[in-house]
């Protein structure tokens, strides 16, 4: 079974193609002087990609569920998690 769920926070605003949508979400890892950010890549498509590129934004608080997959490109290998179901937890304060 390849199944993902994380919770963190959207660190770029949603990258807009032709027919799906790319952002990256950060999650916290260890606790006091261990404690260390982990960057993933989501991708949507469809419906999702659209409500996703409308909505989300930078700073956002975002759940998100879907399957791990693995590229190789020009020698180096990505991973990233093709999202299934999103949940936007909350937006970011305003300054």
């Known amino acids: 079974m390849n199944n993902v769920t994380l919770v963190g926070r959207i660190g770029n605003d949603p990258e807009i193609k032709e027919n799906f949508v790319k952002l990256s ?8 002087d261990n404690k260390k950010t982990n960057w993933h890549s989501i991708v949507f498509f469809g419906k999702a990609a659209e409500v996703v590129g409308k909505y989300v934004k930078k700073g956002d608080s975002f759940a998100v569920s879907g399957r791990l997959d693995y590229n190789k490109h020009e020698d180096k290998y990505y991973t990233s998690i093709i999202g299934n179901d999103f949940t936007l937890l909350g937006t970011k304060d305003p300054d």
Do not use: K, S
């Open 25 to 32: 979400l950060a999650t916290n890892d260890g606790y006091g």
